[in-house]
């Protein structure tokens, strides 16, 4: 069964920094692209980031550019995101997930709640 | 302000059919045949129903299909049931640069 679970969410202040962990399980986790996703309370879904199976291959919005990096460790099935100079607009679920076809993503983690305020 | 347009609410009776929008640009929906349907119900992580414009993921029920016509996708719900109500996202690819876009969302009522 194909897993995704996402830990290192929680408060921290504006300017602050935290990093964000998705543990993959049930697939072969080097074979595939992942995204980071995000959603506001109340609000839609937004992409935030994707990398390749190699790790050489990278994007990101353009509201995280400069200020999140994503990574993997293919060796621990692993997907991270390190998010510095975090702000309130920031605050959200951020949800790792599994790409199968040019954004498209069959599965997604359930998800961790990262709130930014004072 | 999404990049996608969506109308914000649709509602229908149990065993009707009802169809969903998702309007975009030649640079997205109408640049390429990459666009996803999403369902979401509250509090849980959005579930892969639609890709690649017209393939449904395995289990996912042939209730739904997806069609696209020039810059805009559909996304259509037959015999509508009761677990069918959830928020809809609809999404694209848009190139190299901005990768995904998403519409705003529908919510969908079962009356």
């Known amino acids: 069964e194909v897993q995704l679970v996402e830990s290192g969410g929680g408060l921290v202040q504006p300017g602050g920094s935290l990093r964000l962990s998705c543990s993959a399980s049930?697939?072969?986790?080097?074979?595939?692209?992942m995204h980071w996703f995000r959603q506001a309370p109340g609000k839609g879904l937004v992409w935030v980031s994707l990398i390749n199976p190699d790790g050489n291959s990278i994007g990101y919005a353009d509201s995280v550019k400069g200020r999140f990096t994503i990574s993997r460790d293919n060796a621990k099935n692993t997907l991270f995101l390190q998010m510095n100079s975090l702000r309130a607009e920031d605050t959200a679920v951020y949800y790792c997930?599994?790409?199968?076809?040019?954004?498209?993503?069959?599965?997604w983690g359930q998800g961790t709640l990262v709130t930014v305020s004072s | 302000q999404s990049a996608l347009t969506q109308p914000a609410s649709v509602s229908g009776s149990p065993g009707q059919s009802i169809t969903i929008s998702c309007t975009g640009t030649s640079s997205d929906v109408g640049g390429y045949n990459y666009v996803s349907w999403y369902q979401q119900h509250p509090g849980k992580a959005p579930k892969l129903i639609i890709y690649?414009?017209?393939k449904r993921p395995s289990g996912v029920s042939n209730r739904f299909s997806g069609s696209k016509s020039g810059n805009t996708a559909s996304l259509t719900i037959s015999g509508l049931q009761a677990e069918d109500e959830a928020d809809y996202y609809c999404s694209s690819y848009a190139g190299s640069r901005t990768f995904t876009v998403f519409g705003g969302g529908t919510n969908l009522t079962v009356l």
């Open positions: 690649d414009v017209t």
């Open positions: 049930g697939f072969t986790f080097n074979n595939y692209w």
């Open positions: 997930a599994r790409d199968i076809s040019w954004g498209s993503s069959d599965y």
